[in-house]
Nanobody, 115 residues
Framework: QVQVVESGGGLVQAGGSLTLSCAAS????????MGWYRQAPGKQREWVAV???????KYANFVEGRFTISRDNAKNMLYLQMSGLKPEDTAVYFC?????????WGQGTRVTVSS
């Protein structure tokens, strides 16, 4: 079993920056890819970025070079550095850890971007 807990959300003005963190615990050795998803009010959850155990990264098109996903395997931490934030980035951001057979989710951290 794996547990993930997000932190770092908050209120930021458009154009600002924010870094989200995700702490993983439990059966860490089973984790392969980790990623970030988000869910805006009234919308479905959508994928934001993913990073493999080897450090390869992929981003959703809407990121447009504004976000950077990274992980510290020694500390069992996942990060999402966000800059150039837009009001449409307002959402609850979720950390996801995947073992290949199981997906683990946190409770989310809320990001609000004011115009």
């Amino acid at each position: 079993q794996v547990q993930v807990v997000e932190s770092g959300g908050g209120l930021v003005q458009a154009g600002g920056s924010l870094t989200l963190s995700c702490a993983a615990s439990g059966y860490i050795a089973s984790i392969r890819a980790m990623g970030w998803y988000r869910q805006a009010p009234g919308k479905q959850r959508e994928w934001v970025a993913v990073i493999s155990s080897g450090g390869s990264t992929k981003y959703a098109n809407f990121v447009e070079g504004r976000f950077t996903i990274s992980r510290d395997n020694a500390k069992n931490m996942l990060y999402l550095q966000m800059s150039g934030l837009k009001p449409e980035d307002t959402a609850v951001y979720f950390c996801n850890a995947h073992s290949g057979t199981e997906a683990y989710w946190g409770q989310g951290t809320r990001v609000t971007v004011s115009s």
